[in-house]
């Protein structure tokens, strides 16, 4: 009887809990990917400072951040980490890194 109202409450508490479902989308035109979640945020704040020096530096060092080409297909990795800022992950079709974006940045 034990095994079974746990076994209950484990399913309770799977259905009760929020679920971040795997989302296939594309980008818009002229948009913005970071590998780390960080970088995106640097970007974003040297935009607001009107910073463009700084935003070049990044964009310029080639490993940190790039122009997603419009129409690019991307998997948005919902979750936790997602729900600040509107900053959320997501991986490029075909590759395993997660990199980071704002969802304005797809289409929905």
Same mark, same amino acid.
């Given at each position: 009887?034990?095994?079974?109202?746990?076994?209950?409450?484990?399913?309770?508490?799977?259905?009760?809990? *929020?679920?971040?479902?795997?989302?296939?989308? /594309?980008?818009? *035109?002229?948009?913005?990917?970071?590998?780390?979640?960080? #970088?995106?945020?640097?970007?974003?704040?040297?935009?607001? #400072?009107?910073?463009?020096?700084?935003?070049?530096?990044?964009?310029?060092?080639?490993?940190?951040?790039?122009?997603?080409?419009?129409?690019?297909?991307?998997?948005?990795?919902?979750?936790?980490?997602?729900?600040?800022?509107?900053?959320? *992950?997501?991986?490029?079709?075909?590759? /395993?890194?997660?990199?980071?974006?704002?969802?304005?940045?797809?289409?929905?």
């Amino acid at each position: 009887m034990i095994k079974i109202k746990l076994l209950l409450c484990a399913i309770i508490v799977c259905f009760g809990a *929020p679920s971040y479902a795997l989302q296939e989308t /594309t980008f818009k *035109p002229n948009e913005i990917a970071c590998l780390k979640k960080e #970088d995106y945020e640097k970007l974003l704040k040297y935009v607001g #400072d009107h910073n463009d020096k700084a935003f070049a530096e990044i964009m310029d060092s080639g490993d940190k951040c790039l122009v997603v080409k419009s129409g690019t297909s991307v998997t948005i990795l919902d979750g936790e980490e997602a729900k600040a800022n509107g900053i959320i *992950p997501f991986q490029f079709k075909g590759n /395993t890194e997660r990199f980071w974006a704002q969802r304005e940045a797809f289409i929905d």
